[in-house]
């Protein structure tokens, strides 16, 4: 079983960019799937970003080309780099593990506004 620490969240204004870590213990890291999800206000959670254990990385199309995930299994992190936010990108951001069994991290808050 994995636990999972986000972090990097905040208040940032329309453009702007943000870094989101999570932190990884208790198992052997490098054998999850990672990923990021987001759930706004009345709405579902939604998947933003995934990436393998092999590296393949997967992006929710309202995402393309402007967040970044990665994972560096050294120090069992997960990244999620966000640039050119919209209000829309405002959410809790939540990491999972995946690997014989999903697990979630408590969620990290976003607020892009003026």
């Known amino acids: 079983q994995v636990q999972l620490v986000e972090s990097g969240g905040g208040l940032v204004q329309p453009g702007g960019s943000l870094r989101l870590s999570c932190a990884a213990s208790?198992?052997?890291?490098?054998?999850?799937?990672m990923g990021w999800y987001r759930q706004a206000p009345g709405k579902q959670r939604e998947l933003v970003a995934t990436?393998?254990?092999?590296?393949?990385?997967n992006y929710a199309d309202s995402v393309k080309g402007r967040f970044t995930i990665s994972r560096d299994n050294g120090k069992n992190t997960v990244y999620l780099q966000m640039t050119s936010l919209k209000a829309e990108d405002t959410a809790a951001y939540y990491c999972?593990?995946?690997?014989?069994?999903?697990?979630w991290g408590q969620g990290t808050q976003v607020t892009v506004s003026s």
């Open positions: 208790g198992s052997i890291f490098s054998i999850y799937a």
């Open positions: 999972n593990a995946y690997h014989l069994g999903s697990y």
């Open positions: 990436i393998s254990s092999g590296g393949i990385t």
